[in-house]
């Protein structure tokens, strides 16, 4: 094995939105980079998480509106229905063309991409070089970052190993849709299944723990989304737990403890969204001496673990679990390596959900900045009386601006409705440069727009929104 002594040689393992980031910024930059995928490129995001449910989640918005809304707005559609084949077509296409795009990028970038099982096999200090195995070959590296994501964490509950229970990973290869399931947890996959399968004609119970959907989200946020999914038909049981499942005579029998006693349903499929736990399984990491906590690689703001040299990025590392923040820990990862002081800063980290309406949030919620100690001053617009809401119908959310009373920088941003995930960047930037509702106030927002709503929350921060009816 030659040691090419110019160019620092940096391994990456697991090729997701981490890691394949990680490997163009570490090649920029001038690095001999070797990526490491055992499955597929893209990882998590691009293969079974972000982009296939997004690909699902459009097809049932337009069925959804065809069925609901085009007569209302003056378009005529004959029988509007769902061709289940063509999705899983036009998914698989979305997904390949991506993946495919991917590679080339990696490579046109002169990174060396490898498929294997990476096994990290060992480090020799004096001379800080790390060894890593992909079957008989074998890679020396000055530098390692480890990124290999998350899987499904599925509880022990009985019979939750029966066919007919299933993951995210499956719930987007089904030969059909469900004519009903049952979604075990609350959070933003439940929710995204649980509003695409309802829009595919599914019967959805969604059964949560807790005493609402979304627990990390704004509360109102939630319970706009709740709504809108208990009218389209899904069934929420909160404060519930699964005991056990067992096959009925149509499907999955499913008892539930809830806070009125106990309880049967019965669905095809049990889809169990509960959460997800950081995946490092058979990479040696341990013997490296790497610092765990809960499962999770411990790193500094670097994203440099406590063994110099090596750094982890992503899902094995944080509790965001979101691509875009894998992604710019990837290049925060790649631009340490190669000497630069780049460090991590999650306050502009944007939370997204692409249901309808869609909800994005950036900084903290009203509870979060007054339980930091924050005197808040909260501006609030519903999108009711939004021109553009109106024009769509998509008009059942809100805008909100979270400021310091004090300081009067915002603090945190929450959009129910419209393009919100996009319009999100709006306030992250704000977030970023410190901006107080007046600058969002001086920023002139296009008419008629949804954006304009982010304006007309931020007045009414100081309760001076034009569009706001004056209370007496
Ligand atoms: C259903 C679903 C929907 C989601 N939607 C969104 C969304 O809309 N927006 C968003 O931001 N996030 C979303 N996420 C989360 C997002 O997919 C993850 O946060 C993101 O993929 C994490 O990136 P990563 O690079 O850390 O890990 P991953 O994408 O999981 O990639 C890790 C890679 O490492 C590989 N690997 C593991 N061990 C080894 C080894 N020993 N050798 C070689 N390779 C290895 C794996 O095969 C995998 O490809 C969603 C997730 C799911 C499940």
Not at 228 to 256: A, D, H, P, W, Y
């Amino acid at each position: 094995m030659e040691r090419n002594i110019d160019r620092k040689r940096v391994v990456i393992i697991g090729a997701g939105p981490g890691g394949y980031v990680a490997a163009v910024r570490a090649a920029h930059l001038g690095a001999a980079v070797t990526l490491i995928e055992k499955k597929a490129i893209g990882g998590t995001c691009l293969n079974v998480g972000c982009i296939p449910t997004k690909v699902l989640l459009h097809s049932a918005d337009l069925l959804s509106a065809l069925k609901t809304e085009a007569k209302r707005i003056g378009v005529l559609v004959d029988n509007p229905r769902l061709d289940w084949t063509a999705l899983m077509k036009r998914k698989a296409m979305t997904v390949s063309r991506l993946v495919a795009g991917t590679l080339e990028l990696v490579k046109s970038n002169g990174v060396e991409y490898v498929e294997g099982i990476a096994v990290i096999t060992g480090k020799d200090a004096s001379r800080r070089v790390f060894t890593v195995a992909v079957g008989e070959r074998t890679f020396e590296a000055d530098a390692l970052i480890i990124a290999t994501g998350s899987e499904p964490d599925v509880p022990d509950t009985p019979g939750f190993d029966l066919g007919g229970v299933i993951t995210s990973d499956e719930a987007l290869s089904l030969d059909a849709p469900p004519p009903s399931i049952a979604i075990s947890g609350g959070g933003v996959i439940g929710m995204e299944f649980a509003a695409a399968f309802a829009s595919f004609g599914a019967r959805v119970t969604v059964i949560v723990t807790s005493p609402e959907v979304l627990r990390s989200v704004d509360p109102e946020a939630a319970v706009i989304l709740r709504k809108t999914l208990e009218k389209k038909g899904v069934t929420f049981l909160t404060g519930s737990t699964i005991t056990g499942v067992t096959r009925g005579e149509n499907g999955l029998q499913i008892s539930i403890e809830t806070t009125s006693g106990s309880k049967q349903i019965e669905a095809e499929k049990l889809l169990v969204a509960k959460g997800r736990r950081p995946y490092t399984k058979g990479l040696g990491i341990e013997a490296l001496g790497v610092n765990m906590a809960r499962g999770r690689v411990v790193t500094d703001a670097h994203m440099e673990t406590n063994v110099p040299g090596v750094y982890a990025i992503g899902d094995c590392v944080n509790s965001y679990m979101l691509a875009h923040v894998a992604s710019r820990e990837g290049e925060v990862a790649a631009e340490h390596i190669m000497g630069h002081n780049s460090t991590m800063d999650y306050t502009t980290t944007p939370g997204c959900i692409y249901t309808s309406p869609e909800i994005a949030s950036v900084g903290m919620t009203e509870r979060e900045a007054e339980s930091k100690g924050h005197k808040i001053s909260v501006g609030k617009f519903p999108l009711s009386t939004n021109g553009k809401s109106m024009i769509t119908g998509d008009n059942a959310g809100m805008m909100k601006v979270i400021a310091d009373g004090d300081t009067k920088k915002i603090l945190g941003v929450v959009m129910v409705g419209g393009p919100a995930t996009d319009m999100i960047a709006e306030a992250a930037l704000a977030l970023h440069f410190g901006a107080t509702p007046e600058d969002l106030v001086q920023t002139i927002h296009a008419h008629p727009t949804v954006s304009e709503a982010v304006s007309e929350a931020a007045e009414n921060v100081f309760g001076l929104s034009p569009h706001t009816p004056k209370k007496n």
